[in-house]
């Protein structure tokens, strides 16, 4: 199992982004996916979510009208786009799949995270 982030990088306050997370070695199609975000010093924050079809996603109220969580079966790939950035966007960003299975149980598959640092 693997999930690869990309697209991350340094960019000026107002400035866009677009976040990528290629999966293999599992059913993507069956995973709700997320993107999360931890800047030095605080906890993990999620930052959007969306259902394994697309049709329906969430976001964390720091972010909405803002980012955009999208993805594609068929590539095996979530992205994120990000807008009109801010400093306190600057963290590093996770991708996550995350699946319900019998008895309660939670299987989690995390990537490594890509460095986003807003600043000027």
């Known amino acids: 199992v693997q999930l690869v982030e990309s697209g991350g990088g340094l960019v000026q306050p107002g400035g866009s982004l677009r976040l990528s997370c290629a999966a293999s070695g599992f059913t993507f199609s069956s995973y709700v996916m997320n993107w999360y975000r931890q800047a030095p010093g605080k906890e993990r924050e999620l930052v959007a979510i969306?259902?394994?079809?697309?049709?329906?996603?969430n976001y964390a109220d720091s972010v909405k009208g803002r980012f955009t969580i999208s993805r594609a079966n068929a590539k095996k790939t979530v992205y994120l786009q990000m807008n009109s950035l801010k400093p306190e966007d600057t963290a590093v960003y996770l991708c996550n799949a995350r699946a319900w299975l019998q008895y309660g149980r939670v299987q989690d598959y995390w990537g490594q995270g890509t460095q986003v640092t807003v600043s000027s």
């Open positions: 969306i259902t394994p079809d697309g049709g329906s996603t």
